[in-house]
Structure formats: structure tokens, C-alpha cells
Nanobody
Framework: QLQLVESGGGLVQPGDSLRLSCAAS????????MMWYRQAPGKERELVAR????????NYADSVKGRFTISRDNAKNTVYLQMNSLKPDDTAMYYC???????????WGQGTQVTVSS
């Protein structure tokens, strides 16, 4: 069982930056592909970024390419989402998600709120 705890959200102005963190515990972190999702009010949850188990491959939603960077530190059991040039459309609850490499297990964190407003 993997536990995920997100942190780093907050209220920022357009153009600002934030770094989200997701700390994992309870299982071998490097056995998981990690993802960040977000969900805005009234909208479906969408995949924002994905990183492979050793950090060598990343993928991004078109809406965040060039502005967001996903990374992971397997020694610290943590995945990060660096968000730059934030826009009001980035306002959402951001969720960390882990997908086990060897079976159909997936885990979610509780979410951290990001609000971009002037």
C-alpha cells in the first residue's frame, strides 16, 4: 500500500511560480510511474504530467508544455511539479497519482489546491 501526501499549493498571481511536492511512503517508490492530475470546478480530472519510474521519461499535457516540469527523487520518495508562468486557467485541485509497474494498482493523494488570481 502506497500513501501519497501532496503539498505546496497556494494562492498566487498570474505569472508566478509554484512547486508542488508529493511524498510517498509504504512501498518501494521506484516501482511506480508517477503522475500529476488536476481538476477544476465543473471539469473532468485531467492528466497534467507523467514521469517514468526512474525519471528518464516525461510527458506533459499540451496546455502546460514549456511551463511545467515534473521530476522525481527516488532517494527521497518524492515527485515534484515545478509550475512556472502560471495562468488563471491553471487553477485547480492538483492530485498526485502512482501506478504500480507490475500490477493494476493505482494510488491517489488527497490533493493540494492551486489558485491563480490577480
Amino acid at each position: 500500500q502506497l500513501q501519497l501526501v501532496e503539498s505546496g499549493g497556494g494562492l498566487v498571481q498570474p505569472g508566478d511560480s509554484l512547486r508542488l511536492s508529493c511524498a510517498a511512503s509504504g512501498s518501494t517508490f521506484s516501482n511506480y510511474v508517477m503522475m500529476w492530475y488536476r481538476q477544476a470546478p465543473g471539469k473532468e480530472r485531467e492528466l497534467v504530467a507523467r514521469i517514468g519510474s526512474v525519471g528518464s521519461s516525461t510527458n506533459y499535457a499540451d496546455s502546460v508544455k514549456g511551463r511545467f516540469t515534473i521530476s522525481r527523487d527516488n532517494a527521497k520518495n518524492t515527485v515534484y511539479l515545478q509550475m512556472n508562468s502560471l495562468k488563471p486557467d491553471d487553477t485547480a485541485m492538483y492530485y498526485c497519482n502512482a501506478r504500480f509497474l507490475y500490477a493494476q494498482y493505482t494510488y491517489w493523494g488527497q490533493g493540494t489546491q492551486v489558485t491563480v488570481s490577480s
